[in-house]
């Protein structure tokens, strides 16, 4: 069965980066694009980005723009995450999800100093 | 970005009841639309994709229905356990969107 693993909560200090991974098994990693969604708390979700891990190709919401970088790593079928300059709107719960069908269980980034 | 206004907010059933919310869209979406229960502490979970296609397990309970700019989902005979907060998914055009979430309460 599709599963998405991601790795666990993280503290950060604002100003600073965070790369979270979601690795994927259960299916052919190369063959579906991966979405990166933000839930702020209590609030509905944002669509960040995608990417399609056999060509790294990405697509992006203009919002996060210059806040999100994605990479795969195809040998370990894991897509990555980085979020840069953090700032306390950026505390979230950040899932990954194979096309919208299947989720992560998500993580929590927490901005403080 | 296509906006997605989904209503109402918050709604209140008793076990039993049937529930409609609605999205409505700000441009037509060819049905491209897809609804989701989260509960708390868990990820979306997929129940109907492409207007009214119920993903496989999923209760009949469960549908969906619209066209063009306009989607309704409902739940007929709301059960304890759809206790939830639902989102509907525009996946017609990029940036793909979210409605802000009804939050499903019993009465």
């Known amino acids: 069965q599709v599963k998405l693993l991601q790795s666990g909560a993280a503290l950060v200090k604002p100003g600073a980066s965070v790369k979270m991974s979601c690795k994927a098994s259960?299916?052919?990693?190369?063959?579906?694009?991966v979405s990166w969604v933000k839930q702020s708390h209590g609030k509905s979700l944002e669509w960040i980005g995608e990417?399609?891990?056999?060509?790294?190709?990405?697509n992006f919401n203009e919002k996060f723009k210059g806040k999100a970088t994605l990479t795969v790593d195809k040998s370990t079928s894991t897509a990555y995450m980085e979020l840069s300059r953090l700032t306390s709107e950026d505390s979230a719960i950040y899932y990954c999800?194979?096309?919208?069908?299947?989720w992560g269980q998500g993580t929590l980034v927490t901005v403080s100093s | 970005d296509i906006q997605m206004t989904q209503s109402p907010p918050s709604l209140s059933a008793s076990l039993g009841d049937k529930v409609t919310i609605t999205c409505q869209t700000s441009?037509?979406?060819?049905?491209?639309i897809a609804w989701y229960q989260q509960k708390p502490g868990k990820a979306p979970r997929l129940l109907i994709g492409?207007?009214?296609r119920l993903v496989s397990g999923i209760p009949s309970r469960f549908s969906g229905s619209g066209s063009g700019r306009d989607y309704s989902f409902s739940i007929s005979n709301v059960e304890s356990e759809d206790i939830a907060s639902y989102y509907c998914?525009?996946?017609?055009?990029?940036?793909?969107?979210f409605g802000g979430g009804t939050k499903l309460e019993l009465k």
């Open positions: 492409f207007t009214s």
């Open positions: 999800t194979q096309w919208f069908a299947y």
């Open positions: 990417i399609y891990p056999n060509s790294g190709a990405t």
């Open positions: 259960g299916y052919t990693f190369t063959d579906y694009w």
């Open positions: 441009q037509n979406i060819n049905k491209y």
């Open positions: 998914l525009q996946y017609d055009n990029s940036p793909w969107t």
